[in-house]
């Protein structure tokens, strides 16, 4: 409701023309506040557009607007007429700009310091430009020798910069209630019932072979492992000529 | 023409030293001295002949070709599992 009024005040304010942008300009220049806070109004209507193509990124639209303007004052403040390009033009980039930092700053759990943000960016680029030139995705190594940062780095930055989703959301889109992810998703120590079943089938049936070895196979094969349940077990378990010429052989050293 | 350069088992070998297991050399020295007279070979195709009875009932199960009983009889995977049976299981002697 509060967004649909503001949205009908900002529509109420008359685009200016080139001539009035120029104008407008230089009044800036010579410290005319009016005149900033004119061409700021005047322009509001491009800052929510750029604001609303981030819509989807997990930040509320009420911020985005918010960023977006503070990128709008920023173009205002910068702008040089004599360039020749129409204002819009230039502010686009600093809307934009700030609506971006925004979004990566504030979109998920974990926020990621820009640096880490700037790698990210980095590597993707390189990632895109590879793909095309080569036809095929490069592989880690060479996506962290690009950007100059160890392989372990680039994986532990892009572990945290992806993004979180809570496990009490609802797994259907409108989140009028059904499960949410956490009744579905398996903890790291869950395992598939149906692997569980067959491991019991397989034991089940190896425990059935494994009586009809003959003594000789059954005590070669406990003999192999080692499978003595008492350790100092020297009668069914003997330490062995070669053993004893190994244990010699370590003791003297 | 170059020799053969051996056979290289396909997933490695059963880990027997951290066990305590014993080599073949020391398995045939022990079943000897027990009256049981064999070569470190004899032992190995001992072995072998028990893994390979525990792997048939497997390839009955899931429908695999009698090929496979050799491949599985050889896993080291598959040896260090039958290993674990039995000392949990305690079968036989």
Known sequence: MILDTYFDKV??????????EVELAKAIENGDERARNRMIEANLRLAISIAKKFRDKGCSFEDL????????????????????????TYAVWWIRQAVQAH????????KMPSSARAIMYKAQKFKEE?????KC???????AASVGIPLNTLRAIYKSGSHAVSLDRSISRDSSGGR??????????DTDPGDELDKVSIRAMLVIALKKLTPREENIIRLRFGLQENKADHVNFPITKSMKKKIEARSSK | MSMPK??????????????????YREIAEIMSENGFPMKHS????????????LASPLVEVYGLSLAEVERIALDPRFQESVADIIDEEGVGI
Do not use: C, H
């Open chain 1, 137 to 143: 995705a490069p592989s880690a190594e060479e996506v």
């Open chain 2, 42 to 53: 004899a032992a190995r195709n001992y072995f072998l002949q028990g893994m390979r009875k």
């Open chain 1, 65 to 88: 607007i918010q960023e977006s303007n503070l990128g709008l004052i920023r173009a205002v403040d910068r702008f040089d007429w004599r360039k020749g390009f129409k204002f819009s």
């Open chain 1, 130 to 134: 590879y793909t095309s030139e080569f």
């Open chain 1, 11 to 20: 529509g109420e304010r008359p685009l200016l023309s080139r001539e009035e």
């Open chain 1, 180 to 189: 949410t992810f956490a009744e579905v998703v398996g903890g790291v120590t």
């Open chain 2, 6 to 23: 051996g056979f290289k088992a396909e997933n490695g070998y059963a880990t027997v030293s951290e066990r305590g297991g014993y080599g």
């Open chain 1, 103 to 110: 979004v990566a700053g504030q979109s998920g759990a974990i």
